[in-house]
């Protein structure tokens, strides 16, 4: 609506400063190749030689394999300050996939000559291994790939995608030793990208998409980043190549995190061919962030149906908790509880799924069927300040093991002070047993930690009335109906009403 709107403008004031850019962005943001090209094309012949425009008119032209054009426009835009950072990153990549289009001599001198006298980052080192490849000098990239030490996040997804290419490429055994090594430099992690299928690269779009992909995917994990430029970079990848799984994958984060979430589910959807199981399931979770969590359900569970990576069990434990379903999300968790072995990460996490089961067992009073569940979560993790907050205000919030409750809560204390939600636990801890001076001041620090979570303000304002503060009680207490939920808001009005009373304690 906004490209159409501006096209409306651009043709009553054609000449209207600052129209074309917004123009190229909409279609950028759009998806609009055609509508970004004119846009760009116009800012080029203009003199406006923005990044932005570069990057859509490379993309034009290796799209129609003009290389001559390709290298016009790459030329086109020169850093003599050195502060293009972003322009450094893809300008070695774009140079060598350009030359193996147009075959031209030793394509990956411009990945080496990035290094500046030294030897190039890893994963510019792997996509030297691309080239080679693309450029049928097998022997070439499997002696090289075989140098590489993966050194990061990038490394490892760059070094998948020159595996797959080794495989095609005849290079077996190479490729199965750098699989090895991406195994082990990823540990137990299991990166949705690397769960992805593997997919050989072989041609000049293939290779720069795959590596505009990663560096969005890189990009939208800056903290605080801005969403333009993921965005842009993954646009870019998938106009390459839209059959690249892990550029879709990037395209549809980028489009989730831009506010797009309806497209982001619609590229996920017109898919050809079957969804790779990581992708159905994040799929079903833009399903359930929609609010339809019926269809996210259905869709995940088809997306776990055969053999699946443990991540995707955690995936849907998660999805079948929000859709309020205590049976499926019991047996979600029991299904992921049954795939995990005796490793510290699995005996973690089995220690955070007995806390889950036992917190649906809660939310329907069933304190004796979880009270086990939640012993067993202490005797596997019996120094963990979250498991011990959990088992000391679960008991306290009913008035159960007072004593033993109380030393937990304080033992999670000790150990993670900063935390606000242990602050108020053990606040709200001497609220009930008595010791008013020492909770007003934990659960004020609780507040300045968490100034926005509805159970510490009420539970402050409490505390305070019990401190003879009743002006500061009732403050808080509005401020905490500013934030509750429907059953909250009932007791608030009651205390605001009659004053704090046994019956309206916070629980």
Sequence with gaps: MALSALNEVASLAPGLPGVRGR??????????????????????????????????????????????AARAYLAGRTDKAGADTIARLIVPTFHAWIDVGARSKRPERHLLAAGGGTRPEPALMLQIV?????????????????????????????????????????????????RGRIALAAGEREDPMLLLPEQPVATPRAGTAQWLGILADGLARTPN???????????????????????????????????????????????????????AMRRAELFADAGDLIEAARLAEAAVRDDPPRSLLVRLADLARRSGDPKAAAAAYERLEAALGDSEGDRALRGSLLLARAELLLQSDGWENAAPLIERAVALQPDDPVVLNFAGYSALERRKNVEQSLARIEAAWARAPQNASITDSLGWAYFLTGRIDDAVELLEKAQRGEPDNAVIVEHLGDAYWQAGQ?????????AAALLADAEMATRIEAKLRDGLTPATVAP
């Excluded at 333009?228 to 839209?242: E, Q």
């Excluded at 009743?470 to 808080?476: T, V």
């Design 225 to 279: 980043g801005s969403t333009k430029l993921p965005l842009l970079f993954a646009r870019a990848a998938h106009w390459l190549n839209d059959e690249d799984w892990a550029v879709r994958a990037t395209l549809v984060e980028a489009l989730d995190r831009d506010g797009q979430e309806a497209a982001a589910m619609a590229l996920l959807g017109a898919a050809r061919g079957t969804l790779p199981p990581v992708l």
């Design 470 to 478: 009743r002006f500061q009680a009732r403050y808080n207490w509005r």
């Design 23 to 68: 123009m190229l962005e909409q279609a950028i943001a759009a998806g609009d190749l055609e509508a970004a090209r004119s846009a760009a094309q116009q800012l080029w012949a203009a003199g406006d030689h923005r990044f932005d425009a570069q990057l859509v008119l490379l993309v034009d032209a290796m799209r129609r394999s003009d290389w001559k």
């Design 130 to 178: 691309l080239v080679q490849a693309a450029t049928r000098r097998g022997a070439e990239a499997a002696a090289l790939a075989d140098e590489i030490t993966l050194t990061d996040r990038t490394s490892q997804l760059v070094g998948l995608r020159a595996a797959a290419t080794l495989d095609r490429a005849g290079k077996d055994a190479a490729a199965e030793r750098l």
